[in-house]
T-cell receptor, first 113, second 114 residues
Framework: DAGITQSPRHKVTETGTPVTLRCHQT?????MYWYRQDPGHGLRLIHY???????DKGEVSDGYSVSRSKTEDFLLTLESATSSQTSVYFC????????????FGSGTRLTVV | SQKIEQNSEALNIQEGKTATLTCNYT??????LQWYRQDPGRGPVFLLL?????KEKRKERLKVTFDTTLKQSLFHITASQPADSATYLC?????????????FGTGTQLKVEL
């Protein structure tokens, strides 16, 4: 998607290993979000950022951490991957954070075996 | 508890007809309501946003209504085409402690048949 890229697109990892997913934007937007999408649950917010070094938890933050050292990059880390974290992860960006449509990345499909 | 409900059953309609999708919510006071389209294997794409003080919003063949009394939004696609086949997500933009964030429904799959 224009202005936002996620890497990797696919990853298979073993239980107990740390995993980092990257979201990179070229829009200079202030707000960045990490969601996970699972059948029957829809998109659920994991963490979000409202500026460099400013982050907060979403509804499903346990087992995840984030970092934002630059405006353009927002990293999601699974500290010790579990099978319940097998999911599709989407990053999103927003200029205003409120009253503004989000732009989503193409997603990362993560499988924890 | 807070809930956003969209019809989990797929909606099948004939080409040329109007598709109407429903989003109901409870225990939210959204300032805005948004609709997204999602195709298989892709991220959601923003379609329309409507504010709490607006009753209706239109964009080309799309129309959204927002009734804060009924706590419901309707999403209409007129003159539907097979290319409109996708999953449509409703999202509420509301203060949920710590700031405004988007909370999504689980989506309704639309299939437009020839």
């Amino acid at each position: 998607d224009a202005g936002i890229t996620q890497s990797p697109r696919h990853k298979v990892t073993e239980t107990g290993t740390p995993v980092t997913l990257r979201c990179h934007q070229t829009e200079n937007h202030r707000y960045m979000y990490w969601y996970r999408q699972d059948p029957g649950h829809g998109l659920r917010l994991i963490h979000y950022s409202y500026g460099v070094k400013d982050t907060d938890k979403g509804e499903v933050s346990d087992g995840y951490s984030v970092s934002r050292s630059k405006t353009e990059d927002f990293l999601l880390t699974l500290e010790s991957a579990t099978s319940s974290q097998t999911s599709v992860y989407f990053c999103a960006i927003s200029a205003l954070g409120q009253g503004d449509g989000y732009t989503f990345g193409s997603g990362t499909r993560l499988t924890v075996v | 508890s807070q809930k956003i409900e969209q019809n989990s059953e797929a909606l099948n309609i004939q080409e040329g007809k109007t598709a109407t999708l429903t989003c109901n919510y409870t225990n939210y006071s959204p300032a805005y309501l948004q609709w997204y389209r999602q195709d298989p294997g892709r991220g959601p794409v923003f379609l329309l946003l409507i504010r709490e003080n607006e009753k209706e919003k239109r964009k080309e063949r799309l129309k959204v209504t927002f009734d804060t009394t009924l706590k419901q939004s309707l999403f209409h696609i007129t003159a539907s085409q097979p290319a409109d086949s996708a999953t449509y997500l409703c999202a509420l933009d509301a203060f949920t402690g710590g700031g405004n964030k988007l909370t999504f429904g689980t989506g309704t799959q639309l299939k437009v048949e020839l």
